[in-house]
């Protein structure tokens, strides 16, 4: 079965900053996708960022970035610059496809607290 | 704003009674999803549909049930309510089998349960 890790339950970070949010998966499928998703207290879910199992090259969005290592089945989220704004819980998840079936299955977070 | 829409946001009820969530997906996504999400704990997958017919169960109570509409919302019932069951429920929605799909979900804001 599919199964995602995060081993850290909170983090704290200096304003401005780089964080690194852990996160390993277990899979024998060839083919899967990774998510990152924050979730602030006011509780609604919002993506962040997307690696996909072939891509090539790690995935940025602005100040976030996967560091994909394929090998050792980990997929950390980088966030620079912190910003007060970036405390929140942060979610890994992994895509689980079968035939009747294609959903995400989420670790159990990280709560990211940014301090000036 | 993901486009995806859930009512009631806030419902305060009390052990035994039975309420019924309700999820309006993004124009065009087929696939509609319910998590839950206790008090400081990851999401947990409950139900999947799409196009309404169920697709997956997770671990989702026998006092649970939902469904899907030919309008494609989506309602999840919980029956028989305990101390317990007070959580974040939220709805997601796909756009499953696309070609150029991600498995990306799109959540709504959730639906916070509190059963005295």
């Known amino acids: 079965a599919q199964k995602i890790t995060q081993t850290q339950p909170g983090m704290f970070v200096q304003e401005k900053e780089a964080v690194t949010l852990d996160c390993t998966y277990d899979?024998?499928?060839?083919?899967?996708?990774l998510f990152w998703y924050k979730q602030p207290s006011s509780g609604e879910m919002i993506f962040l960022i997307y690696q996909g199992s072939y891509d090539q090259q790690n995935a940025t969005e602005g100040r976030y970035s996967l560091n994909f290592q394929k090998a050792r089945k980990s997929a950390n989220l980088v966030i620079s610059a912190s910003q007060l704004g970036d405390s929140a819980m942060y979610f890994c998840?992994?895509?689980?496809?079968?035939?009747?079936?294609?959903?995400?299955?989420f670790g159990t977070g990280t709560r990211l607290q940014v301090f000036p | 704003d993901s486009g995806v829409t859930q009512t009631p946001k806030h419902l305060i009820t009390a052990t035994g009674q039975r309420v019924t969530l309700r999820c309006s997906p993004r124009?065009?996504?087929?696939?509609v999803y319910w998590y839950q999400q206790s008090l400081d704990q990851g999401l947990q997958f409950l139900i999947q549909?799409?196009?309404?017919?169920?697709?997956a169960k997770g671990n989702i109570l026998e006092r649970f049930s939902a469904q899907q509409f030919p309008d494609l919302h989506s309602e999840l019932n919980l029956s028989s309510l305990e101390l317990g069951d007070s959580a974040l429920y939220f709805c997601?929605?796909?756009?499953?089998?696309?070609?150029?799909?991600?498995?990306?979900?799109?959540f709504g804001e959730g639906s916070r349960l509190t059963v005295l």
């Open positions: 997601a929605s796909s756009v499953v089998g696309g070609g150029q799909s991600t498995g990306e979900l799109f």
């Open positions: 124009s065009g996504d087929l696939s």
């Open positions: 899979t024998s499928d060839p083919s899967y996708g």
């Open positions: 549909y799409y196009n309404g017919e169920e697709r």
């Open positions: 998840a992994m895509r689980e496809k079968r035939y009747n079936t294609d959903k995400l299955i």
